[in-house]
């Protein structure tokens, strides 16, 4: 089945330490987002990249970055955690039809 | 600025009490108004999109509606199953996609 797959499920780092959380999508669609979920929130909106174009929300912090190495793959880079950024990173595509497919999301603990 | 509101923020029903769950929005230009349920620990997962006031789908216990302001996800004779988050958003035409805070669900046996 086509899919969005996002690896790894759990993923625990050290405060400060670098982290990165991969997304890998079989749909071919041409838009990949990265959204943060904080619980019990909505889904907020980090970055997009629109085949290799990247667009960065204006509010997303500067230790967040992103890698779109080519049309299945996108990664997430934090570069330097801190105990605010634990959340739920949930990777989505979509194609110019509209709608979005969610991977089953990474849940990021901080310690 | 594109918002969107859900309410209420949680919700208690028995197995079989039918209720309706809320969503408010204001857009540029309406492109779609989707409807996503989500488990604790997962990600979203798509149930219906709505294009145009008057549309109405539905899915087993499930029916969306849309107007030009809102739109209602109809729950029929629910059962614990249905327990989960179910959360709102559009997308308008610049593609850009904005997420309500989600309805807490919880079906009671």
């Known amino acids: 089945d086509a899919m969005v797959i996002q690896n790894p499920r759990y993923q625990v780092t050290q405060f400060g330490k670098p982290v990165t959380l991969s997304c890998s999508q079989t749909?071919?669609?041409?838009?990949m987002y990265w959204y943060q979920q904080k619980s019990s929130q909505a889904p907020k909106l980090l970055f997009h990249?629109?085949?290799?174009?990247?667009?960065n929300e204006a509010d997303t912090p500067d230790n967040f970055q992103s890698r779109r190495p080519n049309t299945s793959f996108c990664f997430l880079d934090i570069r330097s955690p801190g105990l605010g950024d634990a959340a739920m990173y949930l990777c989505?595509?979509?194609?110019?039809?509209?709608?979005?497919?969610f991977g089953s999301g990474t849940r990021l603990t901080v310690v | 600025e594109d918002q969107v509101t859900q309410s209420p923020e949680a919700l208690r029903l028995q197995e079989g009490e039918s209720s309706s769950l809320n969503c408010s929005y204001t857009?540029?230009?309406?492109?779609?108004l989707f409807w996503y349920r989500q488990d604790p620990g997962k990600g979203p997962e798509f149930l219906f999109t709505?294009?145009?006031a008057g549309e109405e789908k539905e899915k087993e216990r499930l029916k969306a509606t849309l107007t030009k302001k809102e739109s209602f996800l109809h729950i029929t004779a629910p059962k614990p199953e249905d327990s989960a988050t179910y959360l709102c958003?559009?997308?308008?035409?610049?593609?850009?996609?904005?997420f309500g805070p989600g309805t807490r669900l919880s079906v009671l046996p």
């Open positions: 989505a595509t979509s194609n110019l039809q509209g709608g979005y497919t």
């Open positions: 749909l071919n669609h041409n838009v």
């Open positions: 990249y629109y085949d290799k174009d990247f667009n």
């Open positions: 857009v540029s230009g309406l492109r779609g």
């Open positions: 709505l294009y145009s």
């Open positions: 958003a559009v997308q308008n035409y610049g593609q850009n996609f904005v």
